[in-house]
């Protein structure tokens, strides 16, 4: 029986016969395959740079949150009948299974005030439309017959960890300045404006303001006329609209307060307030106006500050657009702008930890690199073999990037830590591939021969561990599920890593190698004749 007979069957012997052709031109013509290689990995660029980027991927979670918020000042029994209304569509969409409301409190660990809170949606398991489909119709629906309300709809994961970290938004435009007529004025400026970027949804400018405030001013003068104090009209004001606890009974084992207050409703204006009377030392009956003026004061920006500098957050989501692309359109739109001044924008939200999260990950990245380079040289005791085989790895990751681009899969968090597993995986065929050829060379065969003869003998394994791999990934690539499209990047960039490394693995690789083969037979003569 050959030898080629005893390395399988029928297909694998064409591949091999095909493989032993296209190494041998390879290796014949060096720069040329060297050239491609460059070609390929410039090519990689290019479709890296046209890649859709978010922080998460998008995923149909079965479920979503509806962020709300009323006017401030707002009572908790106004909210509640407003969102009755709001209650009342969601009872009517056929896709939604059930749903948890909470009014004055919210999911996040924050004090929440009365007209503000959430909703928990969970849809059917079966139905036609996606959740993004739904979420927009209610979008739309909500805005026509709830406008009193503002209204967002983060997907439930996502809008844990925009809580989590304080960065409840995708897009956070913060605006510093302290002056503050300076951000009142500007902050609606921002959010038009990037209302007319595509993809730009439930955007919010950032201003919240307290309720209005009844502000008593006391003439000392006609007050003591009547022979009554600041502190006498004060209580007598507070226990008519508050009330005050006069005296408390035992039921049972329960204590209970008997409050004191005016008859609810009774002081609904401010001019019912001016007509409260007040009983004066000497028994006169005295009005409110008689002894203080009533004005009534609109609400008062709510301050927040970061780092010290008082700022306002424009924020914004997205709809059916990539959060980089749209972060870019925003920032160039900003950026011409003059009435700006520069240091005074600042972007935060989930893009901020987008940023910081690639920017961890590329490091991981490079760390990788650099261990399995260590590796490689304890293992080889030379620097050539290393070089080949992490150069080709390095190269592999452009078919991550392909597959990415290919199926639609933007570039995210999580398939950037594919991309880190694609780079250990793919290590191991170059290992597979040079290991064998000092050994062949000991046996004088030349340096082409030997990588020819290595290649054909590590095919079979080559493709056996890449394709079973590929075939165990396939189902999570495939995304089956709710929630299941949290892993599919992974699994995609780590198939795209593994299909394309058997071309750089073996051909490739073995092309590095001989060049630096090259270079050193180049570089002895030199040494040599310098000695």
Known sequence: MSAL???????????????????????????????L??????????????LESEFLPPMDEGGFVIDYQGRPGTSLAETDQMLMQAEDILRATPEVESYSRRTGARLALAIAEPHTGDFLVKLKPS??????EIISYLRH?????????????????????????????????????????????????????????????DTFDGLVYTGNSIHLSIRTTDAERFGLSVQDIAEAVSTAMLGQTASSILEGDRLIEIRVIMEPGAIDRINTLKDLAIRSPSGE????????DIVDEPGQLELRREDMRQDVAVSARLENRDMGSAMAEIRDLLSKDASIPPGTLDFGGLYEQQQKSFHN????????????????????????????????AILALVGAIMALYITGTSLNVVSLLGMIIGVGIVAKNGILMLDFVDRLQEQGLSPNDALIQSGRRRLRPVLMTSLTTVLGLLPL?????????????????????????????LIATPAIYRVLLIFRRERAPQTSRTA
Do not use: H
């Open 5 to 35: 007979s005893m390395e399988g069957g029928a297909v694998l012997r064409i591949l091999i016969r095909i493989y032993e052709a296209v190494i041998r031109v390879a290796l014949r013509r060096l720069w040329v395959t060297l050239a």
């Open 37 to 50: 290689c460059v070609l390929i990995l410039l090519a990689g660029v290019q479709i890296y740079t046209r």
């Open 127 to 132: 139905r036609k439309r996606s959740t993004d």
């Open 141 to 201: 629906r909500f805005a026509v017959v709830v406008p009193g309300l503002q209204w967002e709809f983060p997907g439930i994961l996502g809008d844990l960890i925009g809580d989590l970290m304080w960065a409840p938004s995708p897009i956070e435009i913060k605006l510093f300045s302290t002056n503050t007529d300076f951000l009142k004025a500007k902050a609606p400026e921002i959010e038009k404006a990037i209302q007319k970027v595509r993809g730009v949804v």
């Open 285 to 292: 009956l005295v009005k409110v106006s008689q002894v203080a």
């Open 361 to 392: 990950l590329i490091v991981v990245l490079v760390m990788a690199i650099v261990l399995v380079f260590t590796v490689l040289l304890i293992e080889f005791r030379g620097f050539f073999e290393p070089i080949a085989i992490v150069l080709g």
């Open 477 to 505: 690539a495939y995304g089956v599920g709710s929630g299941a499209d949290m892993l599919r990047p992974l699994a995609i960039a780590v198939m795209g890593a593994v299909c394309i490394s058997i071309l750089f693995s």
